[in-house]
C-alpha cells in the first residue's frame, strides 16, 4: 500500500472531540506581523507548560509504579498533580500579558481539526493556530487551511470551520495521534468504572 495512503487513512482514523486553549490569526501579510507579535508574547507562556507537560511525562512512570502498589497514594499524587496544573493555568492565562484564548470544544484529528467561530473564513483561507492540549499539557504551533464553513445550529459560535493542517512534521503527528489514544484510553476506563 501506498505510504501516502497509509498516512491519510491514519490521520483520518484518529479523531476525538476534546477542549483545548486554542487561537488563531489569518495568515495575510499584516496579519502575519501581528501573528509573530502575539506569538512572542505566549512563547512564555507555551515554554513553561511545555516544562510542565514534559515533567509530567518523566512522573507518569513512577506514578504507574506507585499505582500498583496503593491506588489511594496514587489517586493522592494525581489530585495535586491536577491542583498543580490548575494553579499553572490560572497564573499563566489570566495574566495581562498574554494573549491566550480561553478553552473551547474542538473536533481534534492526526491531518485536522474543527472549532467554532465568530468570524466566517473563506474555503482555502490559510491560518496560523496556537494550541494547548490539556490532558498531556501539549503545545502546538501550526498552519492549516480551511477546507470547510458550515453554519454552527448548537453552541457558542455562529460558524463551525474545518481545518486540513499544512506542513505538518510527522513528530507532531505523533504527538497528537497519542494525546488522542490517552483521551481515549480515559474515556474507556471512565466507562467501565461508572
Known sequence: MNTDVQANERRQYYRIDDSAIFSYHVLNKESDIEHINAAEKISTAFEM???????????????GRISENSADIAAYLKGLDNKIELLAQMYLFKDSQTDLEPRRQINLGAGGLAFGSDEKLRQGTLIAMDMILSTDLLCLHLTGRVIQISNEKKGDFP???SVGFVEISDNEVDQIIKHIMRLQAEQLRAKRES
Open 159 to 161: 460558524y463551525r470551520i
Open 49 to 63: 507548560i511545555e516544562l510542565f507537560g514534559q515533567m509530567n511525562q518523566q512522573m507518569s512512570v513512577s506514578l
